[in-house]
């Protein structure tokens, strides 16, 4: 068993750390203040290639593999978690479009989405069906040689901002087999865009989108009718612990910020990293952190060798987010009053970090999921 990075992946997480720092780091609380997205984060992170970071050379992106993927999630996390969601999905969908799209479409829609040219969203969740996705009933019905797209997806990351959208639409009958998938560009003239206003993550313009008759030419289908959920199902697989990553990032970057905090905090005439009660909590947020840091890689790395990876991808995504809200909340609790004001990350990262505990699926759906490969599905709740 080798238990380590590669010499390039560490220099890589270096790099990304260094470029985080840099070009992050000063943003995150402005970002969060002014709630909306800076368009300037999206040209620093093509630039540096993260956003391309799972497409393929030949598609203009960087082929990176899934566990390299992960090291930027992570890093970028540290510094942004909200960042991290322009990587999280511009993967998500790329790899959809990749694996289910044909050579014309991945020739003309990845490049576009590696540099910066199109701000991808993911269109699943509609007000009546978010764990229930595959009763979705957002339409597409036949028009000429094209389609017509009319219904509500709510919850959309990036959804303000946004210029193109990988769509999940009923074609057919009831159930997961009647849903397709179209990626096209949004059009104004048939859209309304609703931001909402979140306890976190408000860089991000979360938003619904209510497609009017939106028309979506015929090279929109992406793979055949009916082949839409069980391709974003593959991909929540990967996403999952992309995700588990990115929270880690932010608890780990708390737990850092504690630790050198209470080693100058004096109290009682002793740094406080001196008292158990203050050192224990810490040091048990940084194991729980350590232990689903190597689950998240331990999916990664099975996807790059062509294994299953949904039993890990699963157990990541309920486990992770869970733990990393616990860990920051802890980590903010060493801060004492201060740790409760906008003088320091911590209560930010906290917010940041709940809602990843319900984006692309609950605890309990995952745990659901989890289950289904413990027990088998008969035998699952
Ligand atoms: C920050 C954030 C970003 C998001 N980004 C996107 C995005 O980009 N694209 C997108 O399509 N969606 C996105 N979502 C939506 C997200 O995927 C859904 O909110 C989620 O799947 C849950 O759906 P729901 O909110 O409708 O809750 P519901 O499905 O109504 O569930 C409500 C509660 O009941 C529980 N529950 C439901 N069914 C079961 C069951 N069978 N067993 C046990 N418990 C159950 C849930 O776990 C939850 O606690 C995002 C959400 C958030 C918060």
Not at 71 to 100: C, F
Not at 188 to 196: G, I, K, P, Q
Not at 251 to 261: F, M, P
């Amino acid at each position: 068993m080798h238990f380590g990075f590669s010499d390039e992946q560490d220099d890589f997480r270096a790099s990304v750390a260094a470029f985080a720092q840099a070009k992050l780091t000063p943003h995150y609380a402005s970002d969060d203040r002014n709630a909306a997205f800076r368009q300037e984060l999206l040209t620093d992170l093509t630039s540096q290639g993260i956003v391309g970071l799972r497409i393929p050379e030949q598609y203009g992106g960087q082929g990176a593999d899934a566990v390299t993927t992960g090291i930027a999630s992570e890093e970028v996390s540290r510094a942004d978690i909200n960042a991290a969601y322009v990587l999280l999905i511009a993967s998500l969908v790329g790899e959809i479009i990749h694996t289910a799209g044909n050579e014309q479409q991945r020739r003309e829609w990845l490049p576009a989405i590696a540099d910066g040219n199109s701000l991808p969203c993911f269109c699943l969740t509609e007000p009546d069906h978010g764990s229930d996705a595959a009763n979705l009933s957002v339409r597409a019905v036949p028009d000429g040689s094209g389609w017509r797209i009319t219904g509500e997806k709510t919850s959309i990351s990036l959804g303000m901002d946004a210029t193109t959208a990988l769509v999940m639409a009923r074609t057919g009958d009831t159930g997961a087999r009647g849903v397709s998938a179209f990626y096209f560009r949004l059009d104004e003239t048939h859209l309304h865009r609703s931001a909402f206003s979140d306890l976190g993550g408000r860089s991000i313009g979360r938003a619904s989108l209510a497609f009017d008759n939106h028309p979506v030419p015929a090279e929109a289908l992406v793979g055949n009718t009916g082949e839409g959920f069980i391709r974003t199902m593959q991909g929540f697989d990967y996403s999952r612990a992309l995700i588990g990553l990115m929270v880690l990032g932010t608890a780990q970057a708390a737990i850092d910020d504690a630790i050198a905090y209470a080693k100058e905090r004096v109290a009682f005439g002793q740094p406080i990293s001196r008292q158990q009660g203050v050192a224990f909590p810490l040091v048990e947020a940084a194991t729980q952190v350590h232990g689903a840091r190597l689950l998240c890689y331990e999916a990664l790395w099975r996807k790059d060798m062509g294994l299953p990876h949904g039993l890990q991808g699963n157990m990541a995504k309920w486990w992770a987010p869970k733990l990393a809200v616990e860990a920051c909340h802890q980590a903010l609790l060493t801060f004492g009053h201060a740790g409760y004001s906008d003088e320091v990350p911590q209560g930010q990262r906290m917010r940041d970090a709940i809602g990843l505990e319900i984006g692309d699926g609950t605890a309990q759906i995952a745990k659901l999921v989890t289950a289904r490969h413990l027990f088998g599905r008969e035998f699952a709740p």
